[in-house]
Nanobody, 124 residues
Framework: QVQLVESGGGLVQAGASLRLSCAASGRFFNNYATGWFRQAPGKEREFVAALSWSGSSTYYADSVKGRFTISRDNAKNMVYLQMNSLKPEDTAVYYC?????????????????WGQGTQVTVSV
């Protein structure tokens, strides 16, 4: 089992950058696929980015490709989401997710573990 705690959200202007962090507790975190989802007001939760458990592959939603970068530090049990060139439509609650040894299609992923979320608001 793993517990996830996000941080780093906030209010920024369009074009700015933010880095979200996710601290994970639990054993064998290096065996977990990790990722980020988001939910905007009035919308369904959506996939943003993922990093395979082996660390060899990354996956991004088309809406963030080229602007967001997911990374992790297994030694620190941390996952990051670097968000550049933020747009008002990126405004949402961002959730860190994880699942041990997940190897399915990340674009249809229903992760087992979720954090509580951190708010990101991008103003015009």
């Amino acid at each position: 089992q793993v517990q996830l705690v996000e941080s780093g959200g906030g209010l920024v202007q369009a074009g700015a950058s933010l880095r979200l962090s996710c601290a994970a507790s639990g054993r064998f975190f290096n065996n977990y696929a990790t990722g980020w989802f988001r939910q905007a007001p009035g919308k369904e939760r959506e996939f943003v980015a993922a990093l395979s458990w082996s660390g060899s592959s990354t996956y991004y939603a088309d809406s963030v490709k080229g602007r967001f970068t997911i990374s992790r530090d297994n030694a620190k049990n941390m996952v990051y989401l670097q968000m550049n060139s933020l747009k008002p439509e990126d405004t949402a609650v961002y959730y860190c997710v994880a699942e041990q040894f997940y190897s399915g299609n990340y674009y249809y992923w229903h992760p087992r573990y979720w954090g509580q979320g951190t708010q990101v608001t991008v103003s015009v």
